[in-house]
């Protein structure tokens, strides 16, 4: 009698351990399903090379010009100054530039307005869309209206009309020239932007985006004022 | 006296060394039945106290409070009332009181012994 007794009682507690295991194993845990594929690895992975093959050019210019310093140091480290300012100047947007590139103008929908449709200025929300993708996919330089893009450009609404660097732009008609490093990425540029929704998206709003052929020369002014403060400044 | 302990280590070791999982939907369900399992086990060591065990009982107890506390919660989550609420506040009230009624009965047992001697 007690001997079956201590059998059943080891067989329920041995269940009991068992059940407590397997509640412990799930408790601590909660089983974490890979559902990265290698496919989107390898993707990830091409990414991060593209990055690090980006960085290494960007080490290999800078120590270009280290050694050009150290090079000129005794002969005319001014000249090399100048040239390193001027293109701090350039990339700040104070100095004009060109380079190969891209021109897309915005235009009214012709038969929109021909059947009286009512033709709004374009958005700030679907321009810095397109600014956004547009430096995405490597433009250097970007300028709206002749109003050149610089690193505290705003693009937004102020009482109802669309401003760049707190300078209002034309409702319509709407010209942006874009920079590019190469004339390959202008072409580039200019087939993502055709395979992208961006043409649809301003016809949403009844406007023609058109994305003209690159072109291996394109000049963008510099930026229009530059803001200066006199205060604390020598006479 | 150590078969069944040794039998709940073996258990607990078995589980951890084959890393079962289960899905955390039913993680509610297995915790309900670990209290039920339980119950069932202390309440079969008190009536061996007492000397009222029976194999039955005990057995069809196991599984029956299993399966009736797994139901209540499958309901409470299809009806959307917390039901298994209430196999815990069964489970757990009887536990107490079914571990109160062994450890006097361990005591006596121990007085016993030292008037004896």
């Not at chain 1, 980006?54 to 100054?81: G, H, M, Q, R």
Request: hydrophobic letters at 45%; aromatic letters at 8%.
């Amino acid at each position: 009698m007690t001997k079956k007794m201590y059998r059943n009682i080891t067989m329920i507690s041995f269940i009991i351990g068992f059940m407590l295991a397997v509640q412990y194993n799930t408790v601590q845990s909660p089983a974490e399903r890979n559902t990265v594929d290698i496919w989107e690895i390898r993707q990830q992975l091409s990414v991060e090379q593209e990055r690090h093959s980006e960085l290494l050019t960007a080490i290999s210019d800078l120590s270009d010009t280290v050694s050009k310093y150290e090079d000129a140091e005794f002969n005319n480290p001014e000249i090399l100054l100048e040239q390193t300012v001027d293109n701090l100047k350039e990339s700040a947007g104070i100095l004009p530039t060109r380079g190969p590139g891209l021109t897309l103008t915005i235009e009214p929908s012709q038969e929109l307005m021909n059947f009286g449709y009512e033709i709004k200025p374009v958005s700030p929300e679907l321009l810095i869309r397109l600014i956004n993708d547009l430096y995405r996919s490597n433009a250097q330089a970007i300028e709206i209206d002749d109003k050149r893009l610089t690193y505290n450009t705003a693009i937004r609404d102020i009482n109802g009309k669309t401003t760049v660097n707190s300078e209002p732009i034309e409702d319509t008609n709407i010209e942006i020239n874009v920079i590019t490093p190469t004339y390959e990425q202008a072409e580039k540029l200019k087939n993502h932007l055709l395979a992208s929704s961006f043409q649809d998206e301003f016809y949403i709003d009844n406007l023609v985006l058109t994305i003209h052929e690159a072109e291996k020369n394109v000049r963008i002014n510099s930026v229009v004022t530059v803001q200066k403060s006199n205060y604390l400044s020598e006479k | 006296m150590w078969l069944p302990l040794l039998g709940l280590i073996f258990g607990v070791v078995l589980g951890i060394l084959t890393d079962i999982q289960i899905p955390s939907v039913y993680e509610n369900y297995l915790s309900i039945a670990v209290l039920a399992a339980l119950d069932t086990m202390v309440g079969g060591i008190r009536a061996q106290l007492q000397q009222v065990y029976d194999d039955k009982v005990f057995i069809s107890g196991f599984f029956f409070n299993i399966i009736l506390a797994a139901g209540l919660a499958f309901l409470g989550v299809h009806i959307g009332v917390d039901l298994y609420l209430a196999a815990i506040f069964a489970f757990g009230v009887r536990l107490f009181q079914n571990i109160a009624v062994i450890r006097r009965l361990i005591l006596t047992k121990f007085e016993n012994r030292k008037l004896n001697k």
